[in-house]
């Protein structure tokens, strides 16, 4: 009778809290990309922005890609992990911060407001993938281009999103302490974009700089990527278990933060 009243009680507050987090991703949309449908492009503008730059560059230096595979596909398939896990990060940071009154509401948690961040960020990106496959099959790129293996792939998908919502986690209650942590970690996100291999693998890369490179898990993360998405990729350079590891240990992180501050009755209104 107590397990079954426990389960009870949990399924309770679980279904809150999937409603609360529900309400407060319709919240973050609206406010993010407004009522009008130009407020959604942009979301497909930033991407192509970057691909059309970046194909630029490797088309003034007449560069190839490091891998059979065309330009479009080689580039996306760095762009879209690399995006969802910064979006995730930096709009992770500023979660609780730029949500403090809804804190007020006994059925909002800090949970909440970074899940109900990261769940959009990673679905609009899933969309905007979507939308980049098709155009680029309209435009004659077949989709077997992007689907090698689809349980390695469904695996790393699966590693982003922990890594994501760990660092979104660990930034969000980070930020709670440390006022200036949402600006560090813009300024860090911009850096990673150099070195986590949006426009290059690791087998490219000269061994030493390859081994400092490795140090960052998203390189490992975007050469799973390839690895399970690319037919004419195979690359033994990244480790899922060292991803994993990252995700877990941001969000261990940050949980230990909230606990912390909760246990030393610190207010959500700082």
């Given amino acids: 009778m107590a397990f079954a009243s426990e389960a009870a009680r949990f399924g309770d507050r679980a279904s809150i809290s999937i409603r609360v987090i529900h309400a407060l991703i319709l919240r973050e949309a609206r406010t993010r990309y407004g009522h009008q449908a130009i407020?959604?492009?942009?979301?497909l503008l930033d991407p192509l922005i970057q691909l059309a730059i970046l194909a630029t560059i490797f088309t003034l230096l007449d560069r190839h890609t490091p891998i059979e595979v065309s330009l479009p596909v080689f580039l996306l398939t760095g762009i879209f992990p690399f995006w969802a896990w910064r979006g995730s990060a930096v709009r992770g940071a500023t979660a609780i911060e730029s949500n403090g009154p809804l804190l007020t509401y006994p059925q909002v948690r800090p949970f909440d407001l970074v899940t109900a961040r990261v769940v959009l960020e990673l679905a609009t990106m899933i969309v905007v993938?979507?939308?980049?496959?098709?155009?680029l099959r309209l435009a004659g790129e077949p989709f077997g281009s992007w689907i090698d293996a689809p349980l390695n792939l469904l695996g790393a998908l699966g590693a982003l999103a922990l890594l994501a919502f760990g660092v979104a986690t660990m930034n969000a209650h980070l930020s709670r302490i440390v006022a200036s942590w949402s600006e560090v970690m813009r300024f860090l996100a911009r850096f990673l974009w150099f070195t986590s291999g949006v426009w290059f693998t690791p087998e490219s890369l000269p061994p030493a700089l390859r081994d400092a490179v490795l140090y960052n898990p998203l390189a490992h993360l975007i050469d799973w990527v390839r690895d399970a998405a690319l037919t004419t990729y195979a690359s033994d350079h990244y480790s899922p278990t060292y991803v994993v590891f990252w995700g877990i240990g941001c969000l261990f992180v940050g949980l230990f933060i909230d606990w912390l501050l909760r246990?030393?009755?610190?207010?959500?209104?700082h």
């Fill in 263 to 269: 246990i030393s009755g610190y207010s959500e209104a």
């Fill in 39 to 43: 407020g959604y492009l942009w979301a």
């Fill in 129 to 135: 993938a979507i939308v980049f496959v098709v155009a």
